[in-house]
Nanobody
């Protein structure tokens, strides 16, 4: 069964760090642009960061620039989201999503066609 599995979420204090991982099951990530999205209760899913299929382009939401870093390791068939200086407003379920895009990437949920169950990030003291 083709699926994406996110992991690495948890409870962290404000100012802390987490590293989220995205690992596919049954296919490879090489062919896809990858996006990290998040959804807090009562809010719409929003794009956080994305990376192009060949890794040469990244896009970040203004709210996370300078704090979050997206990366991919095609040799390990995995993608990551390093989150530093976490704030209470970063709390949400984080989803890894994949989509086809010839160049670059975009923080538009509609451009991605597969995602996992998500991993919960809680930021609280």
């Amino acid at each position: 069964q083709l699926q994406l599995v996110e992991s690495g979420g948890g409870l962290v204090q404000p100012g802390g760090s987490l590293r989220l991982s995205c690992v596919p099951s049954g296919f490879r990530l090489d062919y896809y642009a990858i996006g990290w999205f998040r959804q807090a209760p009562g809010k719409e899913r929003e794009g956080v960061a994305c990376i192009s299929q060949n890794g040469d382009s990244t896009v970040y939401a203004d709210s996370v620039k300078g704090r979050f870093t997206i990366s991919r390791d095609d040799a390990k068939n995995a993608a990551y989201l390093q989150m530093n200086s976490l704030r209470p407003e970063d709390a949400a379920v984080y989803f890894c999503e994949i989509g086809y895009r010839a160049r670059g990437c975009a923080l538009k949920h509609g451009e991605y066609h597969r995602w996992g169950q998500g991993t919960q990030v809680t930021v609280s003291s």
